[in-house]
């Protein structure tokens, strides 16, 4: 199993054949398609329909989902019944009268909890608290954390703290991490994006990177 994750953020408007096109070569290379806001943007509700047309991916929805149970349950009612096998949601709402409605109807698919990130910002509020939302958010049901790669300390700790928690690490290549930095650190899976898509072949990039990180050990 491949331990890279594409993200598909499309920052123009693009039809879904074109996404289909773009992303069905990465078969055998990339495990899962992250897929979130700038996906809607620009394929509407179209989007939705990947997981569909490329069943031999992993799916993951990056909603941002921080909301009211009720709405928090609707999105993610919507989101599973397309097809989508986990889903990103910011845990410093809460979960009591939020993301427990999550919880409780995701059955089989996985919930992932962005406990810290990269950009400066981070630092203001976010990362302060990283230990208390990995907590929280393991003890409420979640099945992992997305971390950044630029962090491999930090993974290191979650990975010993909560062995049989999914990690997923952003932030590899255009972000700066090296490719398998973040895995090397006990990271499941490392996400990867404009490295990947933004290239002349995708494909080959991902199979480039593939080898970087199994190079690396």
């Not at 996985?110 to 208390?132: K, W």
């Not at 499941?188 to 990177?209: K, T």
Request: aromatic residues 6%.
């Amino acid at each position: 199993t491949s331990p890279i994750v594409v993200a598909f953020d499309p920052f123009k408007k693009v039809e879904l054949e074109e996404a289909v096109k773009l992303l069905s070569p990465l078969r055998g290379v990339v495990s899962g398609i992250k897929i979130g806001i700038p996906a809607l943007l620009h394929l509407g509700l179209r989007a939705l329909e990947l997981p569909r047309l490329l069943e031999d991916f992993l799916f993951i929805f990056d909603s941002k989902l921080a909301d009211v149970g009720h709405v928090d349950r609707a999105v993610a009612e919507r989101i599973f019944g397309a097809g989508f096998d986990a889903l990103i949601v910011q845990p410093f709402v809460g979960f009591r009268g939020g993301l427990e409605e999550v919880i409780k109807i995701k059955g089989e698919r996985g919930v992932l909890a962005v406990c810290s990130m990269s950009h400066p910002g981070s630092e203001e509020f976010l990362n302060h608290h990283t230990e208390e939302l990995m907590a929280r958010s393991w003890s409420a049901g979640a099945d992992g954390f997305i971390l950044p790669a630029q962090k491999p300390p930090l993974i290191s700790r979650a990975r010993a703290s909560y062995p049989e928690a999914l990690i997923l690490s952003p932030g590899v290549g255009a972000q700066g991490a090296p490719s398998g930095s973040a895995l090397s650190a006990g990271a499941d899976f490392e996400i990867v994006g404009r490295s990947i898509l933004s290239s002349e072949n995708p494909r080959r990039e991902a199979e480039r990177i593939l080898e970087e990180i199994r190079a690396r050990g």
